[in-house]
């Protein structure tokens, strides 16, 4: 079973930006599909972005044009990149394959002034 590590989250101005990171303990080369998740205080888990293997991808609404979503399958790494961040935006960011395996621990992305 491939683990996953979250890391790039923050406290960061509404407008910003971050770039999360997510490595695999293993190859992802054979996951077709992979995203990343959000889970904000007191809502549910949502599907933020997906990536397939051949690079295809698709965002929700809600982050649609502010978020890109690309994966390295060398490094068995897939990124989440965003901007214009917005105060809604706040939750645990998780990755994980779709349709989802065990979680991992997240990394917190916070959006206020």
């Known amino acids: 079973q491939v683990q996953l590590v979250e890391s790039g989250g923050g406290l960061v101005q509404p407008g910003g930006s971050l770039r999360l990171s997510c490595a695999a303990s293993g190859s992802i080369v054979s996951i077709n599909e992979m995203g990343w998740y959000r889970q904000g205080s007191g809502r549910e888990r949502e599907l933020v972005a997906g990536?397939?293997?051949?690079?295809?991808?698709e965002y929700a609404d809600s982050v649609k044009g502010r978020c890109t979503i690309s994966r390295d399958n060398a490094k068995n790494t897939v990124y989440l990149q965003m901007v214009s961040l917005k105060p809604e935006d706040t939750a645990v960011y998780y990755c994980?394959?779709?349709?989802?395996?065990?979680w991992g621990q997240g990394t917190q992305v916070t959006v206020s002034s």
């Open positions: 990536i397939t293997v051949d690079g295809r991808t």
């Open positions: 994980n394959s779709w349709p989802p395996g065990p």
